[in-house]
Protein backbone atom coordinates (compact mmCIF):
# COMPACT_ATOMS: atom_id res chain seq x y z
CA UNK A 1 0.00 0.00 0.00
CA UNK A 2 1.82 3.10 -1.06
CA UNK A 3 0.09 5.16 1.08
CA UNK A 4 1.03 3.98 4.22
CA UNK A 5 5.31 3.84 3.10
CA UNK A 6 7.00 5.71 6.00
CA UNK A 7 8.63 7.73 3.27
CA UNK A 8 8.04 10.14 -0.25
CA UNK A 9 9.18 7.46 -3.40
CA UNK A 10 10.73 10.57 -5.25
CA UNK A 11 12.93 11.37 -2.37
CA UNK A 12 16.61 10.17 -2.56
CA UNK A 13 17.09 6.85 -0.96
CA UNK A 14 19.27 9.07 1.61
CA UNK A 15 16.48 11.00 2.49
CA UNK A 16 13.35 8.31 2.36
CA UNK A 17 15.98 6.23 4.63
CA UNK A 18 16.22 9.45 7.40
CA UNK A 19 12.00 9.75 6.45
CA UNK A 20 11.61 5.69 7.69
CA UNK A 21 14.02 6.51 11.11
CA UNK A 22 11.63 9.49 11.98
CA UNK A 23 8.45 7.71 11.18
CA UNK A 24 9.75 4.42 13.07
CA UNK A 25 10.41 6.64 16.21
CA UNK A 26 6.78 8.53 16.00
CA UNK A 27 4.46 5.02 15.56
CA UNK A 28 7.15 3.01 18.31
CA UNK A 29 6.57 6.53 20.70
CA UNK A 30 10.48 5.52 21.13
CA UNK A 31 13.11 8.07 21.81
CA UNK A 32 15.72 5.90 19.69
CA UNK A 33 15.44 2.24 17.62
CA UNK A 34 17.56 -0.34 18.92
CA UNK A 35 18.89 -1.93 15.78
CA UNK A 36 17.37 -0.88 12.34
CA UNK A 37 18.50 -3.47 9.83
CA UNK A 38 19.24 -2.61 6.11
CA UNK A 39 17.08 -4.89 4.17
CA UNK A 40 19.53 -6.22 1.76
CA UNK A 41 22.42 -5.08 0.28
CA UNK A 42 21.64 -1.87 -2.86
CA UNK A 43 22.83 -2.72 -6.03
CA UNK A 44 26.59 -1.35 -5.52
CA UNK A 45 28.42 -0.57 -2.57
CA UNK A 46 28.84 2.53 -3.34
CA UNK A 47 25.11 3.03 -3.04
CA UNK A 48 25.11 0.45 -0.36
CA UNK A 49 27.40 2.64 1.99
CA UNK A 50 26.02 5.88 0.61
CA UNK A 51 22.41 4.61 2.92
CA UNK A 52 24.77 3.04 5.50
CA UNK A 53 26.08 6.72 6.15
CA UNK A 54 22.26 7.91 7.12
CA UNK A 55 22.23 5.19 9.60
CA UNK A 56 25.92 6.16 11.04
CA UNK A 57 24.33 9.97 11.32
CA UNK A 58 21.52 8.13 13.15
CA UNK A 59 24.11 6.91 15.36
CA UNK A 60 25.92 9.69 15.72
CA UNK A 61 22.76 11.44 16.98
CA UNK A 62 21.50 8.97 19.48
CA UNK A 63 18.52 7.38 17.43
CA UNK A 64 20.26 4.13 16.58
CA UNK A 65 22.25 2.04 19.34
CA UNK A 66 23.16 0.07 16.90
CA UNK A 67 23.13 -1.25 12.99
CA UNK A 68 22.59 -4.56 10.69
CA UNK A 69 22.19 -5.86 7.14
CA UNK A 70 20.24 -8.81 6.28
CA UNK A 71 19.68 -11.04 2.82
CA UNK A 72 23.70 -10.42 2.61
CA UNK A 73 24.75 -13.82 1.45
CA UNK A 74 28.25 -12.64 -0.24
CA UNK A 75 31.02 -12.65 1.71
CA UNK A 76 33.25 -10.17 -0.19
CA UNK A 77 30.39 -7.39 0.30
CA UNK A 78 29.83 -8.19 4.02
CA UNK A 79 33.72 -7.59 4.03
CA UNK A 80 33.67 -4.66 1.88
CA UNK A 81 30.91 -2.95 3.93
CA UNK A 82 32.77 -3.43 7.58
CA UNK A 83 35.91 -2.29 6.23
CA UNK A 84 34.57 0.71 4.83
CA UNK A 85 31.65 1.50 7.27
CA UNK A 86 32.74 3.78 9.73
CA UNK A 87 29.79 2.26 12.49
CA UNK A 88 30.38 -1.32 11.76
CA UNK A 89 27.03 -4.04 11.09
CA UNK A 90 26.48 -5.70 15.06
CA UNK A 91 23.61 -8.01 13.18
CA UNK A 92 23.68 -9.87 9.98
CA UNK A 93 20.25 -11.26 9.69
CA UNK A 94 20.24 -14.14 6.66
CA UNK A 95 17.99 -16.73 5.94
CA UNK A 96 19.21 -20.13 6.30
CA UNK A 97 19.84 -22.19 3.38
CA UNK A 98 21.58 -25.04 2.49
CA UNK A 99 22.45 -23.83 -1.17
CA UNK A 100 24.68 -20.99 0.67
CA UNK A 101 26.29 -24.11 2.81
CA UNK A 102 24.22 -22.83 6.23
CA UNK A 103 26.57 -19.37 5.71
CA UNK A 104 29.17 -21.38 6.88
CA UNK A 105 31.95 -18.35 5.42
CA UNK A 106 29.55 -15.66 6.98
CA UNK A 107 28.93 -16.74 10.21
CA UNK A 108 32.89 -17.15 11.16
CA UNK A 109 33.69 -13.69 9.34
CA UNK A 110 30.72 -12.48 11.74
CA UNK A 111 31.78 -14.29 14.40
CA UNK A 112 35.39 -12.85 13.83
CA UNK A 113 34.18 -9.26 13.87
CA UNK A 114 31.73 -9.31 16.67
CA UNK A 115 28.51 -9.09 14.09
CA UNK A 116 25.70 -10.99 15.39
CA UNK A 117 24.40 -13.42 13.05
CA UNK A 118 21.21 -14.25 13.35
CA UNK A 119 19.19 -17.03 10.48
CA UNK A 120 15.18 -17.59 9.97
CA UNK A 121 14.59 -20.95 7.79
CA UNK A 122 12.34 -20.93 4.76
CA UNK A 123 9.19 -22.17 5.10
CA UNK A 124 8.34 -25.04 3.74
CA UNK A 125 6.14 -25.77 0.29
Do not use: M
Not at 21 to 42: F, H, M, T
Not at 63 to 85: K, M, T
Amino acid sequence: DLKRLPYDLNASLAKQVEQSIQKSLQNLGARYIDSPVLQSPLPTLEETLDVWAVFERAVDSGIVRQLGISNCYILDFLRALHRHARRKPRVLHNRFYSETNFDADLRRFCLDQCITWRGGQRRPG
